[in-house]
Structures are given as C-alpha cells and as structure tokens.
C-alpha cells in the first residue's frame, strides 16, 4: 500500500506537531458535533448572511488547491527540472487543500446527511453540482499522480507511460476548479459585488498567487526543520511566478475598481464602500480590507525589486504578505462582502462565532495535518533514496 | 403484496380526494390544456395584483401575515438573525431600490409594502439548487422538497428578493399554534412562500389574500383573460421588483 509507515515513525518534535493539530481538530470536532445537534444557529450567519466564514475558506482553498499547476505545468510540459524536487510537494499541498475544501462545503451544509442527494440527483444546470465533480475529481487525479510518480521514485524507474496522460488531464482540470466556482457567485443576478465576468480571471491570478506564495514559505520551513533541500533554482522561480501572477492580481483588482466607481451604478458601489468605508456606521472589515490592500502593496515592492527577491528572507516575508492579503481579501472579504448590503439594500451585521471559528481552525488543522504527513512520507522516500 | 382493508380504504379516500380537488380546482384555472390551434400551452400561470392604495388605508393591518404563518407553522424565532418569514413588509424604497427620485421618495420612504416570493418566470433559485430540491411547476408555483433540501443556502444567495429564509435552529419550539393540516419542517432547511399551494388544490385562494379586510391582495390566473388579475394589468400601471433582472417576477404592485 501507500508508504504510511514514513509517517507513524519520527522525532518528539514531529509528535509534538502532530499531537497540536489533533487538540485543534479536536476542539472543532466537539463543537461541530454541537452544531450538528443544535443546527448552523450557533455560526454568526442570519437570514440576510446565509454563507460565512466556511464558504470563505472553501473559495480560498480552491485557490490553492488549483495552484499547483503552476509547479506541475513548467516541470512536467516545460521540463524546467528546478521544479523537480518540488512538484510532488505542490501536488500534496493541493491535495490536503481539496481536502479541507470539501470539509468546508460539509460543515455549511444544513442538513450533512443529505449530502449526497447532490450526486443522487445530478442537476446540471446547478454549478455546485459542476463544483462537486471538478473537485472531487481533482482529488482523485492529484492522488493518483502523487501515489504513481513517488511509488516509481522510491523503486527508482521511471514513472509508467499512462500517468502522462492524467498528468495532462490535471492541468486544466486545476484550471477548472477554479473557474467553476468563480461561477458559483458570479452567475447570481442579485448579486453585484459578484456578478463580472472578471470573477474567474481574479480568483485564478490571486490563487496563481497566494498557491505558490504559500509553497514557498511551506519548502523554507521542511528545508530547515530536515535535510531536505529543493535547491535555490526552484525557490527563485516560484519567487518569479508569485511576482507576476500578484502583479496581474492587483490589476485585476484595479480593473474592477474603475468600472465600479466610474459607472456609478449605485448598487455596485455600495459592497465596495461597505468592504472600505463601512455603510451607516458598521465597519467590521474597513481594517482588515485596507490591510490587505496594504500587503498587497508592500509585497509587489518586496517581489518587484530583484534585490528582495533573490534574498531569501525577503522573499519569504513577501510570500507571507502575498498569502495574508490574499487571505482576507477572499478568506473574509469577498462572501461578506457579497452579501452586504442585501438585495434589499440593508446593512446587514455578520460576525463569526467561536464555534464557527473553532470548527474552522480545525479544518485548517486538518490541512495541515494531512500536508504534514504527506510531506514526511515524500521526505523519507527521498532521504531513503539519497542514502542508498 | 398485502394490504388490510384499513390501508385500502385510506388510500381510496386519498386517491379521492386528489381526483376531487383536481376537479374542484379547474373553474379557478380555466378549462382547456389546450390551446387555441391546438397546441399545448400552460392554461394556468398563477400570479398576484398588490393594491397598494387598499393596503395602505391600513398601515398597521398584519392580517395576512398572520394568516399566512398561521396557515403554514412558520415559526417565530426571538432572533431576528433566525427570522423565518413567507410574506412580510418592507420599506417601499428597500422593495423597489432606485425607483424614485429624490422627490417622489419623500413620499414613498417607509412607505410599508407587502413582499413574498415572487414565483418568477425564471427563478435563479430553481437555476442554482443542485438537489432540484426546488422547482418550478407548470403553473408558475415555485416549489420546495424540505426532504430533499441538503441545507446548501444556494438558493438563498441567488434569490433578488430576499424571499427564501433557512432553519438555523429547530422550528418547531417555536411554532405558536401547531396547524396539523400543513407540515412543520426541521432545522437546517431552507423554505418560503408556496403560493399556498395546497390551498389550490383545494380550490381555495392563497391564505393571504382571503384574509385581507381590504381585499388589496388579488389573486389569479393571468393565462385567463378574463382573469380579475388581467383586468387589473389591463387597467393600471404595475411595478415588477427588479424587472430588469430578467426573472419574470409574477407579483404585479399598484402604487
């Protein structure tokens, strides 16, 4: 089977990791289980805020799950062979960010037991049916991919010709992931603040941007913590893709900014002043949206200037303001900011609780968790092989 | 397969009952299914005139709201966050946003106006649900499943009008006065204005507008020319919630 005995051996300080993660997972599973009991009341979300912080995080980790191609396409199409070390990592990295997505979808659901009625009445004309396909979908190739290619690095062959073709099949499958929930929103006519066709545009340059942002900073960590090393080239690289898929991102952003404020469509403008303003006196994201803005800036400055690039701790202080504006921007920013002002044009108040936000700090952990223990297995196959 | 005589009879009472209500229902939709080069065409589409000037002779009148909540055990939480509502008031500039100029609106702000769902031509909320826990009916109702509804709050998103609301917590503690007629529903489901459907079948009108002491709700099919509901559109200017949406809604307000 799978290599798992990579991950049940290892140092006090691996344990210790891994015993922190099942307390948090610990913690969010008491309180789902409370909110199973007594229903999605206990979340902070109302009649007029009907998806919150768990959607959020869903969309984000989209973001990052469809990352990874910007690793496998260059290394496995390009042949950039700096990327040689590190595909397998992006490739886990997005495997444990579908998986938490799909947790995500899970704990919003009213009724969870119910679940599958997605799959027992498939509706096409619904794109959480679509969603569901492209992601669950993408799990399985990614899965496959990583299983096959590392399997064949520990036995040292070659990986077996029809893995190719799902290689290929995983590039624009990534794409879709996106795109299709991009399309969750931006094919609702109520909803302004969502509804442009730039949606799907925004959400692949900001994942572009915030996937391998996080890689890097996730690599700098395994580089120090063991004897892994994915060489300065690859680093450098990522450095590069983040610096150009950010940059599209704020002008993406920028874009949306003119045609909002200089059509004057009120209705447009209201979710924009509410994110950056605040609308009849309530604010609750004024702080956090123009932070990112802020990141943002600050980060393009760190990306763009090849002095701060090339060093490696500045590049990954720019990784973590990239991967923390992008967070807000679409982790808080861009449900709530849907939803407020309502169709209705009300100003409605959404603040997460602490089950809400427990039962979302331990999916998180779950991510982690799962990243963790793939990257030890992968590790160990390497260090197994280096030794040899 | 076995059934006692209990089982059989009621079933035939029920068979009966829908054969009957089926029947009883035809003079209010009209008679042919089709229509008149013989083509089939939908002979009912259900729709509902709001006179504003009737039901504004009384602001403080919440009649049909009750009859309708009443009708359909629609709870009453103490959170407003929870509020669960099949039809309530809005302020006329909340229901019709960017209507009136500044001037006109001096007039109609706070003005309070009667909304439920719409019933649209085109419902995004049937578009979107990935359950088809919720559909249109041939007649323009649109429909839920609370047994199918997975709780994904799609729907809810999607609606321009604000008309759907979820079961954040149990209902059913909160339920005043139980109807036994109609069903309650559980937490994590999402529901709304049924046009009373049950009632049609029947072949009585909807709740709300029965209870109306003005008679300010009218009720009706517009496939029906001679309908009381065409009369009204025939005659008098009709504002549509978010018309330019292009969800066909089947609410018509005189103002």
């Known amino acids: 089977m799978f290599m798992w005995e990579k991950a049940v051996v290892g140092s006090r300080r691996y344990w210790a990791w891994i015993g922190a993660l099942a307390a948090v997972i610990a913690m969010g599973t008491l309180f789902y289980l409370r909110q199973l009991q007594l229903g999605l009341g206990i979340t902070g979300l109302s009649r007029d805020v009907t998806w919150g912080l768990y959607i959020a995080q869903f969309t984000f980790l989209v973001g990052v799950a469809a990352s990874a191609v910007m690793v496998v396409l260059p290394y496995y199409l390009h042949d950039w062979r700096a990327f040689g070390r590190i595909a397998i990592l992006g490739e886990f990295l997005s495997i444990a960010a579908v998986v938490m997505c799909l947790l995500f979808v899970f704990v919003d659901m009213g009724q969870p037991m119910r679940v599958l009625n997605i799959l027992r009445y498939p509706t096409p004309n619904s794109i959480m049916f679509w969603d569901l396909l492209a992601l669950a979908g993408y799990l399985a190739l990614n899965a496959a991919i990583a299983l096959v290619t590392l399997r064949a690095e520990r036995q040292a062959v070659a990986p077996p010709g029809w893995i190719w073709p799902v290689v290929l099949l995983s590039m624009p499958w990534a794409i879709s992931i996106h795109t299709v929930t991009a399309f969750l929103y931006s094919g609702l006519p109520g909803r302004p603040y969502w509804l442009t066709a730039l949606l799907a545009p925004r959400f692949l340059a900001s994942a572009f941007a915030s996937g391998p942002a996080l890689l890097i900073l996730l690599t700098l960590v395994v580089r120090r913590l063991t004897r892994f090393d994915p060489g300065p080239e690859a680093i450098r690289k990522l450095g590069l893709i983040v610096t150009y898929t950010m940059i599209i991102n704020v002008f993406f952003v920028l874009m949306e900014v003119f045609t909002v404020f200089y059509s004057q469509i009120p209705e447009h403008m209201e979710h924009y002043r509410f994110l950056f303003a605040g609308l009849e006196g309530y604010a609750p994201l004024v702080p956090w949206m123009w932070a990112s803005m802020a990141l943002a800036a600050l980060s393009l400055v760190l990306l763009i200037t090849p002095r701060f690039r090339e060093r490696r701790e500045t590049l990954a202080l720019a990784c973590g303001m990239v991967f923390t504006s992008l967070w807000i921007d679409k982790g808080l920013g861009l449900i709530v900011g849907g939803f407020v002002p309502t169709p209705l044009g009300a100003v409605a108040r959404y603040v997460p609780t602490l089950p809400e936000v427990s039962i979302t700090l331990g999916i998180w952990a779950v991510g982690f968790l799962v990243v963790t223990v793939l990257y030890k297995i992968a590790l160990e196959v390497r260090e197994e092989m280096a030794a040899l | ?255």
């Open chain 2, 1 to 255: 397969m076995s059934m006692d005589r209990r089982t059989f009879l009621g079933a035939a009472g029920v068979s009966a009952l829908i054969v009957v209500g089926r029947a009883s229902v035809q003079p209010l939709a009209g008679a042919d299914r089709r229509g008149p080069a013989g083509e089939t065409c939908p002979l009912t589409r259900w729709a509902m005139v709001i006179d504003l000037r009737r039901c504004l002779r009384d602001r403080g009148c919440t009649d049909c709201f009750a009859a309708c909540h009443r009708a359909h055990n629609v709870p009453e939480f103490p959170d407003r966050a929870h509020e669960v509502k099949w039809i309530w008031r809005e302020p006329f500039e909340r229901a019709f946003p960017a209507q009136g100029s500044r001037y006109t609106e001096a007039v109609f702000r706070g003005t309070p106006v009667p909304v439920l769902c719409n019933h649209c031509d085109n419902p995004p909320c049937v578009r979107v649900c990935p359950t088809q826990a919720t559909w249109k009916r041939e007649d323009g109702i649109v429909m839920m499943d609370w047994h199918r509804c997975i709780g994904c709050r799609y729907c809810a998103a999607a609606c321009p009008y604000g008309s759907r609301s979820f079961n954040w917590l149990d209902p059913r503690p909160h339920i005043a006065a139980l109807t036994p007629d109609f069903p309650t529903r559980a937490a994590g489901v999402v529901e709304k204005c049924n046009f009373c459907e049950e009632r049609l079948a029947e072949g009585l009108a909807p709740a709300c507008v029965e209870a109306c002491p003005e008679k300010a709700l009218i009720f009706g099919n517009l496939e029906d020319p001679t309908s009381e509901v065409r009369e009204l559109l025939r005659t008098h200017h009709t504002l549509r919630r978010k018309p330019e949406l292009g969800t066909g809604p089947a609410l018509h307000y005189i103002v």
